[in-house]
């Protein structure tokens, strides 16, 4: 079966074609500036021999950019499938899901009311994601849809890990509790992780990492999500490229009061200001600030290390808080952008934990690339670096939904 899975977000679409049968990628791309009035493009990349495929055009909107999709997809030139009836299902990412969903569902009139019921508690995704499904069903309908939650996998928390110590009433009047995201990553890479421990997920105790543009750790116990660092939205927790993680929530008034803000300002300010961005004042991208540590001569040098050091140190308080509950770990994982592929944060952060943990990393195997175990020697735990998958996780839900029907 091949299915098509679609991350929309407010002004961009990926996605990505997948046979199911061989778990193999038959095409990818991405549509960019949907919606803003300026030219827009679409990248798409077949898997097949034949060459990439770039657009540049305005994209009025979602229907426009499905519709171009789908055009690269059954080109002459550069599509991948003779006809849309090859494809078997489309499975969407779905940011916020709430309290009601604990796993992908088949999407019907029921599924979309409820997605656009939690959009106060995903106000930039929740909208965007529904146009990527409203359009789809549109341009393929009869094909059967699926919804993946970024929240679905963290909804075995326990209430104590997942209430905050607010007045009851706004959690039973608006819902507000942790939700956390990047579910379908932590999801993947612990299921990998288990693999590798051999298998059985009944005992295990497992620290998940995505480090990213976006980060959140996970905790978990029998494979199932015990606590998570992102909260009622992805601002909470560790600092993120441009979102200021967990901080003492006077600040916002603080900072509203003494700059003359108003409230949209001051949120805009710790979601797209703040974290390494905010510190170092040189990005928001690791690459670039890694870059600028490392150089003596760059005259942000201190500020770019300052906010290394910031970021290592909070992913480290969050592993060992989440050991610390676990009662000790089996496996600590690092995966995204930066969790993959820096070896300075899995140094650093290990380190840290070293003395109390008995935790350490094998200096020549943190520089190995793909799925990889770098556990040095003497290590209590294991440390594994795992490329995180979740359109992999997305299409696997939807063909399991498919297959049922
Ligand atoms: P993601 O959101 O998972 O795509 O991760 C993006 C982040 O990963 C960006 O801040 C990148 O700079 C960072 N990243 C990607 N490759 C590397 C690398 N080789 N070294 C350090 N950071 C990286």
Do not use: W
Not at 243 to 251: M, T, W
Not at 293 to 319: E, G, T
């Amino acid at each position: 079966m091949k299915i098509l899975i679609i991350n929309a977000g407010s002004s961009s679409l990926k996605y990505q074609l997948m046979d199911m049968d061989t778990e193999t990628l038959i095409a990818k791309g991405i549509c960019e500036r949907i919606g803003t009035g300026e030219v827009g493009m679409l990248k798409h990349t077949p898997k097949n021999g034949k060459p990439e495929y770039m657009l540049d055009a305005v994209i009025a909107d979602h229907d426009q950019a499905i519709g171009l999709v789908l055009g690269a997809l059954v080109s002459p030139d550069h599509g991948v499938v003779s006809s849309l009836s090859e494809v078997g299902a489309v499975g969407h990412r779905v940011l916020n899901g709430g309290p009601k969903f604990e796993t992908s569902v088949l999407i019907n009139s029921d599924v979309i009311k409820s997605i656009e019921e939690f959009i106060p508690l995903g106000p930039l995704h929740n909208p965007a994601n529904l146009k990527g499904i409203e359009a789809c069903q549109k341009a393929m309908p009869g094909t059967p849809q699926v919804a993946t939650f970024d929240t679905s996998f963290h909804q075995t928390m326990p209430d104590y890990a997942y209430i905050y110590a607010i007045p009851y009433e706004y959690y039973e009047k608006y819902n507000i509790r942790r939700y956390g995201f990047h579910g379908t990553s932590h999801r993947y890479v612990s299921e990998e992780a288990v693999r590798l421990l051999g298998g059985r997920a009944a005992g295990t105790k497992i620290i998940t990492c995505h480090c990213g543009n976006g980060s959140s750790i996970a905790a978990l116990r029998d494979g199932r999500c015990v606590d998570t660092s992102m909260g009622l939205t992805p601002l909470e927790g560790v600092p993120m490229g441009t979102r200021s993680g967990s901080i003492d929530p006077a600040i916002a008034e603080f900072l509203a009061n003494s700059e003359g803000l108003t409230r949209k300002e001051t949120y805009d300010i710790l979601n797209k200001k703040s974290g390494v961005l905010g510190v170092s004042g040189v990005s928001s991208d690791f690459r670039s600030i890694e870059a600028a540590a490392a150089d003596a001569a760059h005259p942000l040098q201190r500020r770019a290390q300052l906010a290394l050091d910031i970021f290592y140190y909070d992913v480290a308080k969050y592993v060992a808080a989440y050991a610390g509950i676990l009662g000790g770990a089996d496996a600590i994982v690092f995966t995204a952008g930066l969790g993959e592929n820096s070896p300075e944060l899995r140094e650093a952060v290990i380190g840290k934990l070293s003395a109390a943990f008995g935790v350490y990393v094998d200096p020549q195997k943190n520089f190995t690339r793909g799925t990889v175990d770098i556990t040095g020697d003497a290590s209590k735990t294991k440390v594994f670096v795992i490329p995180t998958n979740e359109e992999l996780v997305i299409a696997r839900d939807t063909k399991e939904i498919v297959e049922k029907l």
